[in-house]
Every structure is written in C-alpha cells, then in structure tokens.
C-alpha cells in the first residue's frame, strides 16, 4: 500500500477534529474527567456528611463489641463478641446456605432436567409444570411462602411430625440427633479416608482397562460397599466411638440434638428448589445439544443404554452445561441474601443489617458486604474460565 | 405382462393386504405401552407420578374453588373447618393490593397509567403492527413523563439554574408566575442555553469544526431537557401525592417499567462501551457492568438506601422510591448491557466492514445497521431480564417500599382477617398474579424467538 501515491504532505484537508485518533484520545480524556470528577465529588460530599453525622470513618468498630444475638452460630459467638465475629458469623451463614443449596438445587435440576426430556408423558408433564411454575415466581414469594405458609403452619414442639423416631419437624425447627464423637474416632474416619483412597485408584484403573479391554467394573456398587463397609468394621473394631444423641420432648420443648432453624430451612428450600428449575432448564439444553448421531453412534458401537449416557452423551452434555451451571450457583449464593426477608442470620442481615442500624458505618460496611459478594463471584468465574479451558472443544 | 407357467408353479399376481398391526401396538394402548409401561422402572415412574399429581391436583382445585368461600364481610365467613380459600378477603384488601395507599380520590390517575401503558404495550409488543418507531418513542419517552406528572401530581417547583444562583434576573422579573411556571427560571434556562451554545459553537468553530451545527446540537438538547422540566414545571392543578403512600402492584410496575426504560439505553451505551476500541472506555464500562453484575441487588438496596444519601451533596435527600428505583436501573443496567453485547457480538463483521465501506460515521453505522439488527436478535434475551426484573421487584419490601409482595405480606396482619386459610389464600392470589406476568412475558418471548428463528433446531 505504501507505494501508491500518498497525498501531498502538510495539512489535510480535513480538520484534525475529525481524526479519529484525535477523538478517540478527546473522548476518553473526556470520560475520565467526568468519572474522576464525579468519584471526588461523591467523596468530598461523603467527607462532608459524615462531619456533620459526626460519624467517624474506618474499621475500627469491627472491635467493638456487637451486643446483639444471633440465632445460629457455626462458630463460637455471644453478645459480647465483637462486630467482627459478628461479621464471621453471617460470612459463614451465607456460605452454609450456599453450600446446602447447590447441593441439593444440583440433584433437583438434574433430575428435573432429564425428566422434561424423558419419553414418559407422566414424569415429562410433572417436570414441565415444576419449572414453569417455580421460574415464574419471585423467590422472594417463594422463601415467604416457605417460611410462613409451611414452616410456621407445622404443630408446635409437642405435636411434632416424627420421622422414624429421629426426626421431628416442628414450628420452632427441624431436630435431628447430634453425633457425638467419643475417642477412637480418628480411626473411623481414617478408615473411610483409606477407603475412599482406594475406590479412586480403583476407578481410573477401571477406567483404563475399560479402555483397553472395552470391561470395566461395577463401580457403583464396588465403590458404595467398600465406603460403606470398611468404616462400619472400622467402628465394630474401636467399639463404635460415634453415638448419637437422641432430641427428647421435655416439658415444651426438645432437649438434645441439632435444631435447625425454620428460616435456614425455608431459605435453603426456597433457594434449592428456584435454582433447581433453572438449572433444570440448563441441563436439558445441555443433553440436547448432543447430536442424536452421537447416541446412534454409541448404540451401533454396541455401547448399553446407561453406558451412552454415561460415557458418551453426559461428557460432552457438561460441556454444554457447566458454564451456566457456575453462574446459577453464583446466583444462588447472592439470592442467598434474601435471608433478610425472613430474619435468617446472614452476611446481609446480621452485618448490612443489624450491624449498620447499630453503628451507622454506612460505607464501610455496605462495601465489606458487596466485596465479599464480588469475591465470591470473581473466584467463581476464575474456577469456571479454567474448567473451560480444560473442556473447550480443541479444534484444528 | 403376465406371466404363465406351464408347470402348475403359483405366483401370486398381487400384494395381500397388509393385517392391520397389533392392538396393543397403535391408538392409546399402543402409546400407553410405548411411553407409560414400556419397562419396570418406567411403570413405577408412572404410577409414582400419577400419586403426585392425585395428591397435588385435587386438594389444590378444592381448595381453590370447590371449598372456597366466595361472599363475606370479614373473618367470620371464613372460619368454619375446612373451608378452602376466603376470596373475600382478597376482595376486601383489592384496592390495597393494588394501590398500597393511594388517596382514594386520586386512583383515577393510576388508572389512566395503566390503562395508557396497556394500550401503548400491546401494539408493540405485536410484530405485524405499524409504526414501531412512533410506538416506541411513546412508549419510552413520552409516557413516563406523563406517567411521572400523574402519579406524583407533577409542579415540582424549578427555581434557579445557572444565573439565578448569581441573583441576576430575579429583580427584573420579580416572583411572576404562570400556571405554577416561574418565569425568572426560564429567563435563565433561556439564556443559559444561549450562552452555552455560543460557547461551544465558539470553540468547535475556533479549531476548525462546523461551529453552526454544533451550536444548534447544543440548542437541541437544552431544548429536549427544558421540554422534560417545563412539563414538570407546569402546574396542572394535580393533588401531590407521595410516593410514601404508592404501593402494591402499581410500585412493582412503575419500579419494573422505570427499570426496563432506563436499563435499555444505559445498557445500549456499556455494551458498546465495553466493545469500543478505546481502552480507557472499555475499562469503565467492564468495572462498571461486573461490578452490579457481582452483588446481589439487595445490597444494591442497601447501599441506594443508605449510602447513596452520603454521597449526595448535604440537604439533598432524595424520595425513597426514587432511590431505590436508580438502583434498580443501574442493576438492570449492567444485566442488559450483557444481553445486548451478545446481539453485537451476533452480527458478523461483514456488516460492520459494509457500513464504514459506503463511508457512514461510527454513529450512523451503529443506529442505522447495527443496532437494529442486534437488538432484535436478543429481543427475547430483553424480555428475559425484564422477567427477572420484575420478580426482582420483590425486593423493595426490604428497604420498607410496600410493593405487590409487600402489600399482601402487611395484609396478613389486618386482624379483621384472621384465620387460618388467609395466608393460604393471598399466596394463592399473589402466586397467580406473578405467574401470570412471568409465564406471559416468557411466552412471549418464545413466541418472538421462534418468530426470529434465531436458534437452531435440529
């Protein structure tokens, strides 16, 4: 190109306005000016507020004591406990409901999903009118609704629904017996670390003679019978170290075992079941975008119907699937701050909420709350770039 | 031809009539057989299925209408054991539910809103109808302010813009008023935009530009903004109400309708800010989107709630609603703008290369063939996040705004209605009420996505 004539050197006709490198440079001169401008403006009015609040900026107040309870604790916490702790306490509430959530939120939305593909009308039809139903409501409704209309409407302690003699389900919570570890316990769950160990070697070395041989073996039940087995003998040896302790009805209430609060239960079914759907709804995009040849294929290969699910459609129905499946994981734990609705201790409840009422550290605390988010969700999406690129199709 | 052999050898001449296939093979049987019972695991399937729906189905339409209780004035009607829904009290708590607390008089104006909103929706939400753009520019323009006027009253009183705060016209005009409209503001709004185009028609012209044209772009868009705050300015002998005193369904749609309107353009302007070549742009825009994108909108509520007011300059306290509904906005901004981006990131190169090839400027080429051609692409991915907006709604009962949610949830409380199927019924109610919106829009949606046939089916 150079070699063609260039136009006469000097001035342009044009006037270097309209040079896009010139406005380019001008534009985004322009851009930052406004946002700079506009972050000094918000902070010197902030400067200026909180003089006149008298409140004072910083951290410190995480060591002041919090002063308030809360209704379940994973770690150690009273009311004299610091905001700090307090802090704690939420992070890991939220982290508890997220991770039950997903749990349970995976297994309804694989379910789900392959039933709103199966060849049955009864099972199709029933998942069908379980996402469309549960997409389109608002899982604030959908918490609410748990939590007043089926939690708060059970009997109270002394009527409770019992679940074979363990369990009792009950207005004030959900109480199930408490292990209780004795000594001796190491070397149960050594044992099932042993086992566990051996039934992962077990499986790629399946793998590899499937591989070679076109015969694997059973996992499913190799694997369950020796995690299973090996611990129970494990306890029979060191005469049962795990006991559990059984909740009894004393006077109006329970005495022993683990309650679980009504708003934890609430959240997290509300949570499982509105995830569910929609993961519902991602799985089964995921197995249709396997070409039907790919089934063909697998069956002339002579491969049984579990078989070409298992290995030939799932592996590359997840490819399809996980990236979706990360950011509605990631959408549960942020709707996990819905807690606030229904009082269930939470980062957004105990720390934006009761903390902030409390000290009036607006900015610092309304930013540790949506840094953590943001943390969260950034550790999320570096997981989720690296399972890509480990799964991306490597194309030619 | 025929054939005939000697030899007595029988060749059948014609087919035989194929027997019909099996019973058990065609018709309902046929199907009962192939889709219900074809082997163990799917008969338990089946019946395990069938039990749900018996145990769901018939409770739920007995409760709903055989049981129901349709005529009461209170709780009484709805006490006897056993009875299914108390409809009455849904009847009673109607206009609370969908009005919060709007003086009575005045619910002629969220009337006149919705029934506006209803008329101008429909005809753009159907592909075949004319006048799209016109449509459009109602829709997204024009009834919002009227909307705003309305449902707050409108007369919020402008007073001084850029020399008024210099005292400089107030002792010519004096306190002269029109209809609510103060004239010493719109001396100053009038010579304020006089001097500013001046100004920048001075400087374009000064370093080579067209400085007329920039002058009258200038004059343009005061022109636009002193069309929008004259129609506020003006005093339509409208009672103010409140927003304090807005809720039920009418804040779940002026919070989902403000939020659409302002999150589609905010979104248009991040999407393409976050493809621009100008790193400084792209940089702001990506911060920007995956910021909102990465916390959950209660905390969003929250920092509208408490740190927004921090921010602003001291005396300066916004409305409540108004509040929450940036925050709304700035949230279902950053969503949008993602959706958007893929419709960008849809169109293959070749048009952009077509567009600067028959020599259109960046803008002429976005707003005339890329735009469009991207945003109804994703029209269904818009219709998508407007759904998770309006169920994001909700969420405003948390910052005390008593939406549809939270109307029903405050109604639950009403000791005039105290029994035990009232918290069932208004579920029920608010259930309906949602589902119908949500399945409706996503309908819709399938409907335009299978219309655009965008997705590839086998």
Redesign the interface.
Known sequence: MSDLVEPAIGRSKTSFINDPKVRSIGLQLIALVLVVFLGWMFVDNARQNLAAQKIATGFGFLDNTAGFGISQTLVPYSETSTYGRAFLVGLLNTLLVAVVGIFFATIIGFFVGIGRLSKNFVVRLLSTIYVEVIRNLPPLFQILFWYLAVLSAMPSPRQSINLLGEVFISNRGIIVPRPVFEAGTGYVLWSFGAALLVVIVLHYWSRERRAETGRGLPMLPIGLGLMIVVPFIAMALTGFPISLERPELKGFNFVGGVRVIPEFVALTVALATYTGAFIAENVRAGIQSVSHGQTEAAHSLGLRNGHTLRLVVIPQAMRVIIPPLTSQYLNLTKNSSLAVGIGYPDLVAVFAGTTLNQTGQAIEIIAITMGVYLVLSIITSVIMNVYNKRVALVER | MSLTFDDGTFIRSELVTPLPPPIRNVGIIGWMR???F?SVL?TL??LF??A??ILIVPPMVRFALIDAVWTGENREACLDPGVGACWPFIRAKFAQLIYGFYPIEERWRPNIVFAAGAILLVPLLVPSWPMKRLNALLFFVVYPIIAFILLTGGNIDASSFLFQRFGLIQPITGDASIAGVNIAFWADFVLTALVAAALVGGI?GL???NALSAGRAVLLAFAAFGVLVLAWDIDFGLRPVETRQWGGLLVTLVIAVTGIVASLPLGILLALGRRS?????RL?SIVFIE?W???????VL??AT??L??????GANPDGLLRALVGVALFSAAYMAEVVRGGLQAIPKGQYEGAMAVGLTWSQMMRLIILPQALTLVIPGIVNSF?SL??????V??VSIFDF?GQL?AS?TDPNWATPVT??TG?AF??IV??LF??GM?RYSLFVERRLNTSHR?
């Open positions: 192939e889709n219900l074809s799917n399937l089946t299925g069938l749900l729906l374009i370093i080579g530009g070549q100008m790193p400084i742009v702001l910021f994108r990465g916390v959950p909108l209660i905390t929250f920092f408490y740190m007011p921090l921010f602003l300059p001291q759904i309006f169920k994001d709604t909700t969420l009962l948390i949610l949830r639950f918290l069932y579920f608010a259930g949602y589902f949500c399945f996503s086998h």
